[in-house]
């Protein structure tokens, strides 16, 4: 399910329990991501905008962070906000 997706994702972004490998963990949060998963879906945006696991976008990071935050996802707002982006 999409918890248990994004909870596989997020053991391989940070480590918990296993090596950081970041293909797997975008693979995982995307996956709970397509589920309609807002924490995963601001994963993603992390993972763009910081450069985790691959090189860093912020184009795709806005993207991310903006479907998580139309629905009222306080990370992502905030995040969006930092960077200087209006929804």
């Known amino acids: 399910d999409e918890f248990g997706q994004l909870?596989?994702?997020?053991?391989?972004?940070?480590g918990h329990g296993?090596?950081?490998?970041?293909?797997?963990?975008f693979h995982w949060l995307l996956r709970s991501a397509e589920?309609?998963?807002?924490?995963?879906?601001?994963?993603?945006?992390?993972?763009?905008?910081?450069?985790d696991g691959f090189e860093k976008?912020?184009?795709q990071a806005v993207i991310?962070?903006?479907k998580a935050a139309k629905h009222g996802?306080?990370?992502?707002?905030k995040a969006l906000e930092y960077m200087g982006i209006e929804m």
């Open 7 to 14: 909870y596989f994702g997020r053991c391989f972004s940070y």
């Open 35 to 51: 589920q309609g998963n807002l924490r995963a879906l601001n994963n993603i945006g992390e993972m763009y905008r910081f450069g």
């Open 64 to 66: 991310w962070y903006k």
């Open 57 to 59: 976008d912020e184009q």
């Open 18 to 25: 296993t090596e950081i490998i970041g293909e797997k963990a």
């Open 73 to 77: 996802h306080q990370d992502s707002i």
